[in-house]
């Protein structure tokens, strides 16, 4: 069982940064990949980022961020960052971690096995 605490939302003007951090419970952090998603009002929960277990050394994006926002990873920490740059008002959402203990590195919800309660990301223009 894997229990992940997100935190680093919060309420920016277009074009900010924010970092947002997912700690994970457990021993075993760097057995999983892990993912962002983000869930904005009324719309569905969609894929952000995902970053490869242990060494992190493949990442993958969702066009809507690609080039804008980095995703990483601390084993030593058990924590996975989301480094959001050049924001707009589109990227308001709530963001939710994400724990995959499969082979791939996937982008869809069914993929990921642990799930964060999300942390508010609110842009304004």
């Known amino acids: 069982q894997v229990q992940l605490v997100e935190s680093g939302g919060g309420l920016v003007q277009a074009g900010g940064s924010l970092r947002l951090s997912c700690t994970a419970s457990?021993?075993?952090?760097?057995?999983?990949?892990m993912g962002w998603f983000r869930q904005a009002p009324g719309k569905e929960r969609e894929f952000v980022a995902a970053i490869s277990r242990w060494s992190g050394d493949a990442t993958i994006y969702s066009d809507s961020v690609k080039g804008r926002f980095t995703i990483s990873r601390d084993n030593a920490k058990n924590t996975v960052y989301l480094q959001m740059d050049s924001l707009k008002p589109e990227d308001t959402a709530v963001y939710y971690c994400?724990?995959?203990?499969?082979?791939?590195?996937?982008?869809?919800?069914?993929?990921?096995?642990?799930w964060g309660q999300g942390t508010q990301v609110t842009v304004s223009s």
């Open positions: 457990g021993r075993t952090f760097g057995n999983y990949h």
């Open positions: 994400a724990a995959d203990r499969g082979y791939g590195l996937g982008k869809r919800l069914a993929d990921y096995d642990y």
